[in-house]
């Protein structure tokens, strides 16, 4: 039980933690196992957290997504100044890696087939006539070639990924599936785009990010799963 | 096609970054974004305790530095500014969630029946040593004050000196030094409260284990 001069030492002790350690109060923490044991659970408790930091993560890619979005909703950017945008290889250069890390565990000639139906219906689209409707209904067609068997492989991901997580914990398995919600949710609002302004880059853009987020959160889920088993 | 993937903003310093970004330059936003969403993030995610709401707030956070970007003047480090925004949006939130609208002070001024530490620390001496790990105290800093909670994630997890949580917090550095040891000390209570718990359950079930076999 606190002793007197253990309540004495309250009034040493925040400063002890900050390191100013009075002769009193070490004479104190010496002879008191009551006190010296507060100071070790004390430090026990900082030392623990301090060892958060160095697992530290990103903010999910979705968050930078949805944030540039309503940075251009709002009309706050304006794109890079072209001097200094790094040269349009450089940019377009994580693409080709989105795509192979889209489905890491499909063989690479199904990756490649799907990428080269993506490159056939953006080919065929661009080399349309100039007449603007018949243009723009080439472009969503071109868009849908692209995109339908992305988004099938999606689905098929999605039931597999499901049976594993339905194994994992149900607070982590409810906070996917609630992840997941707000990812199709956002799918199905960039198709309405793409679908109303087919020749729209941005929209078409966004639309693959969206898929690029499911297929990122399908693979965390996963994961989850296959860490309970 | 490439428009809203990752630019190469290279090395682009901060400072050169704050100036472009001031400006409009998109690009300039996504590396202030790289920079410091880990921290915020983290922050963010320390402070709620769920990914989905960090996400959010994370945003949040961003997309008010980004709306008042322009009036940064340096005054303070942009890190600061930026966390300090960052607090306040999760502050802001946790006070909607906690259904009224108490003020910074109760945020960080708990009175004893609602969470502040106790002015001794007597009681029995159960040791905690051994028994801290990620999970337990995570679940403890759960149940901090906000305000407690703030100090002590900004302090001891990451890393900032009293003079800069002063700044984030609009508090004094002394209350700074102070929140975090009532935070520190109301943790050690919630473990031990946990550990008492844990001891109580581990008792009930050796004694049904023996009353089974009798």
Not at chain 1, 99 to 121: C, M, Q, W
Not at chain 1, 182 to 193: H, M, P, T
């Amino acid at each position: 039980m606190a002793t007197t001069s253990c309540r004495e030492f309250l009034a040493y002790l925040e400063p002890w933690m900050e390191g100013e350690r009075s002769p009193d109060a070490q004479a104190h923490v010496r002879n008191c196992p009551h006190c010296s044991s507060v100071i070790k659970d004390l430090e026990m408790i900082r030392t623990e957290a301090r060892s958060w930091s160095a697992s530290e993560q990103e903010a999910p890619e979705r968050v930078w997504t949805l944030l540039r979005a309503q940075l251009e909703q709002e009309g706050l950017i304006r794109e890079t100044i072209p001097a200094r945008a790094g040269g349009s290889a450089q940019a377009a250069a994580p693409r080709t890696g989105w795509f192979a890390g889209l489905f890491p565990r499909l063989p690479r000639p199904v990756l490649a087939g799907a990428y080269l139906t993506a490159l056939v219906a953006i080919a065929f689209a661009l080399s349309g006539p100039v007449n603007k409707r018949v243009n723009e209904a080439r472009w969503l067609k071109g868009t849908q070639i692209s995109t339908s068997p992305l988004s099938a492989q999606l689905n098929f991901a999605e039931q597999n990924s499901n049976s594993y997580v339905t194994r994992s914990n149900p607070v982590v398995a409810a906070s996917l599936h609630q992840n997941l919600a707000i990812v199709d949710n956002y799918i199905a609002l960039c198709e309405k785009s793409v679908s109303e302004e087919p020749q729209n880059e941005v929209a078409r853009d966004y639309l693959y990010e969206a898929y690029q987020q499911k297929a990122d959160l399908l693979t965390q889920m996963t994961e989850r799963g296959e860490n309970v088993q | 096609m490439a428009r809203t993937r990752r630019i190469d903003t290279g090395e682009l310093p901060e400072a050169e970054a704050i100036r472009l970004a001031q400006q409009g330059d998109a690009a300039a936003f996504e590396r202030l974004y790289r920079l410091h969403n880990r921290r915020v993030y983290s922050l963010c995610l320390r402070m709620v305790g769920n990914t989905a709401e960090a996400e959010d707030l994370t945003q949040e956070a961003f997309l008010q530095l980004f709306r008042k970007i322009a009036t940064f003047r340096g005054e303070s480090a942009f890190s600061t500014w930026l966390h300090r925004l960052a607090v306040n949006v999760v502050l802001m939130k946790l006070r909607k969630k906690s259904g009224n609208e108490s003020s910074l002070e109760e945020l960080t001024e708990p009175d004893e029946e609602s969470g502040g530490p106790r002015r001794d620390f007597g009681g029995p001496d159960l040791r905690l040593s051994g028994s801290i790990d990620r999970v337990n105290l995570q679940r403890a800093v759960d149940q901090l004050p906000p305000g407690y909670k703030s100090v002590f994630v900004l302090h001891d997890v990451q890393g900032y000196e009293h003079n800069e949580i002063a700044e984030i917090m609009a508090c004094s550095i002394g209350n700074s030094k102070s929140q975090l040891h009532k935070a520190r000390m109301r943790l050690r209570e919630l473990l031990h409260e946990a550990l008492r718990a844990q001891a109580r359950e581990d008792r009930k079930a050796a004694s049904a284990e023996t009353g089974g076999k009798d």
